[in-house]
Nanobody
Framework: QVQLVESGGGLVQAGDSLRLSCAAS????????MGWFRQAPGKEREAVAA????????YYVASVKGRFTISRDNAKNTVYLQMNSLKPEDTAVYYC?????????????????WGQGTQVTVSS
């Protein structure tokens, strides 16, 4: 089992940047593919970005391509989401998730472990 704790959320203005971190504890972090999801009020949870175990393959939802970057440091048991050029529509609770597979997924039901979430609010 792995425990996930997100940090780095906050209130920013449109065009600003934030970096989210997700620290993992428990079993070997490098055994897990990781994903970042978000959920805005009244909307379904969506995959924002995902990364495979080694960090060599990434996925981004179309709306964040070119603005967000997912990365991981297996030595520090941490996955990051660098968010640049933030927009009001990026406002949501952001969750990190882990799945004990080599390859990541954009489907939330394929992830076994979730963090508690961190709020990101982008004002216009």
């Amino acid at each position: 089992q792995v425990q996930l704790v997100e940090s780095g959320g906050g209130l920013v203005q449109a065009g600003d940047s934030l970096r989210l971190s997700c620290a993992a504890s428990g079993r070997t972090f490098s055994s897990y593919a990781m994903g970042w999801f978000r959920q805005a009020p009244g909307k379904e949870r969506e995959a924002v970005a995902a990364i495979n175990r080694s960090g060599g393959t990434t996925y981004y939802v179309a709306s964040v391509k070119g603005r967000f970057t997912i990365s991981r440091d297996n030595a520090k048991n941490t996955v990051y989401l660098q968010m640049n050029s933030l927009k009001p529509e990026d406002t949501a609770v952001y969750y990190c998730a882990a799945r004990p597979r080599s390859y990541s997924s954009s489907y939330s039901y394929e992830y076994d472990y979730w963090g508690q979430g961190t709020q990101v609010t982008v004002s216009s």
